[in-house]
């Protein structure tokens, strides 16, 4: 069975600044993807960013990027030049891709990131 | 705009009655998901559509939810016999088969008194 941890029940991080949202998973599947949404209060989840386990890079997107360390089964969301509008609840995911899975995924408990101005 | 929609945003109901949800996923997308997510938690997955054809259920569900999606458009979700922990934010997700990537609607907020 998968799982996702997320260790941080809450981050602060100065605006400007960059912060580092945990996630490690567990799977005993060779092939699968790790996603990090970004909910806020309004409760829409909003992709981020994607990673997949055979990528040999890690992901970037904006100001977003994914530092994925396989050995470790980690995949942590680094945010750089913290904005007011960042904070929000940030999900760690991660999908199996097996056939038979129809890409479902499997979220972490979440992290409630606060942005100070 | 051409996103995920769910209907109504936010449900109050008292114990006992049945209450239905709507979820209507981008046009193009084949796959259809629902999940669960209480105060505090993330989402847990439902069941999962793919075109009409409901694939897979997980046993969170229990005899008291349906799902359905009738020509492969939108869906409902039904809860029949509310009971209080049914209380949560009913999330629904659409993705197109090829990349998997899921958008999610705003969510339906259910409060059962």
């Known amino acids: 069975a998968q799982k996702i941890t997320q260790t941080q029940p809450g981050m602060f991080v100065q605006e400007k600044e960059a912060v580092t949202l945990d996630c490690t998973y567990d799977?005993?599947?060779?092939?699968?993807?790790l996603f990090w949404y970004k909910q806020p209060s309004s409760g829409e989840m909003i992709f981020l960013i994607y990673?997949?386990?055979?990528?040999?890079q890690n992901a970037t997107e904006g100001r977003y990027s994914l530092n994925f360390q396989k050995a470790r089964k980690s995949a942590n969301l680094v945010i750089s030049a913290s904005q007011l509008g960042d904070s929000a609840m940030y999900f760690c995911?991660?999908?199996?891709?097996?056939?038979?899975?129809?890409?479902?995924?499997?979220f972490g408990e979440g992290t409630q990131l606060t942005v100070n101005p | 705009d051409t996103g995920v929609s769910q209907d109504p945003r936010h449900k109050i109901t008292k114990r006992g009655q049945n209450v239905t949800f709507r979820c209507d996923p981008i046009?193009?997308?084949?796959?259809l998901y629902w999940y669960r997510q209480t105060l505090g938690q993330g989402p847990e997955f439902l069941t999962y559509f793919q075109n009409e054809a409901q694939l897979e259920k997980s046993r969170l569900l229990s005899d008291r939810f349906s799902a359905e999606r009738p020509k492969g458009s939108f869906s409902t979700l039904e809860i029949q016999r509310t009971e209080q922990g049914d209380s949560a934010m009913y999330l629904c997700?659409?993705?197109?088969?090829?990349?998997?990537?899921?958008?999610f609607g705003e969510g339906s907020r259910l409060t059962v008194l």
């Open positions: 995911a991660m999908r199996d891709d097996k056939e038979t899975s129809g890409s479902r995924l499997t």
């Open positions: 997700a659409s993705s197109p088969v090829l990349t998997g990537e899921l958008f």
């Open positions: 990673q997949g386990s055979y990528d040999q």
């Open positions: 046009s193009e997308h084949n796959r």
């Open positions: 799977t005993s599947d060779p092939s699968y993807g």
